[in-house]
T-cell receptor, first 116, second 113 residues
Framework: GENVEQHPSTLSVQEGDSAVIKCTYS??????FPWYKQELGKRPQLIID?????GEKKDQRIAVTLNKTAKHFSLHITETQPEDSAVYFC???????????????FGQGTILTVHP | DGGITQSPKYLFRKEGQNVTLSCEQN?????MYWYRQDPGQGLRLIYY???????QKGDIAEGYSVSREKKESFPLTVTSAQKNPTAFYLC????????????FGDGTRLSIL
């Protein structure tokens, strides 16, 4: 099955700096890569996603890049703010049991702390 | 307002007891999922269902059971066979397609008494 590795496990930056979180995946059939932000005790919220036919996607201060050949994808946050502090999870999705529904495998998470 | 509702928010289980976590969605999604989250770890898939009256085991199904009698509802039972049930449980749903986002509920935190 799919295996997703996420690094680093913790990341501390100063406000205004950039933050980069990296993930690798094992299943070449994976075709969808979402990133979730989870604040303490809350639900994971989708912040950006990328599909396998695209190499890069940007949404304001957040961007995701995908390298299918190397099987890795990264989240980039620019001009970080204290409210960006949270746990970030990457995930990879392929068909569940060969069906048309996605089965997500998550990374272990990165605790991002942005210091004012 | 569409979304996923999980209840209760907090749940306590006694030794030898089965408990059921509720998950309801009004997003008209076909697929529903249950995940377990332990401190400092990612989400692990317990069970998923793509259609009414059908469901499949995920990566950590032992000690859990589910049913899918209605499209809107996907309850999870934590049985007494699950020896380490203390965790944060998250329900999610999605539309058809391997590249469709999953939307999550607010979670249920289960603890042992």
């Amino acid at each position: 099955g799919e295996n997703v590795e996420q690094h680093p496990s913790t990341l501390s930056v100063q406000e205004g700096d950039s933050a980069v979180i990296k993930c690798t995946y094992s299943d070449s059939a994976s075709n969808y890569f979402p990133w979730y932000k989870q604040e303490l005790g809350k639900r994971p919220q989708l912040i950006i996603d990328i599909r396998s036919n695209v190499g890069e996607k940007k949404d304001q201060r957040i961007a995701v890049t995908l390298n299918k050949t190397a099987k890795h994808f990264s989240l980039h946050i620019t001009e970080t703010q204290p409210e960006d502090s949270a746990v970030y999870f990457c995930a990879a999705s392929s068909g569940a049991g060969g069906t048309s529904y996605g089965k997500l495998t998550f990374g272990q998470g990165t605790i991002l702390t942005v210091h004012p | 307002d569409g979304g996923i509702t999980q209840s209760p928010k907090y749940l306590f289980r006694k030794e030898g007891q089965n408990v059921t976590l509720s998950c309801e969605q009004n997003l008209n999604h076909d697929a529903m999922y249950w995940y377990r989250q332990d401190p400092g770890q990612g989400l692990r898939l317990i069970y998923y269902s793509q259609i009414v009256n059908d469901f499949q085991k995920g990566d950590i199904a032992e000690g859990y059971s589910v049913s899918r009698e209605k499209k809107e509802s996907f309850p999870l039972t934590v049985t007494s066979a699950q020896k380490n049930p203390t965790a944060f449980y998250l329900c999610a749903s999605s539309t058809e397609g391997t590249s469709q986002p999953q939307h999550f509920g607010d979670g249920t935190r289960l603890s042992i008494l």
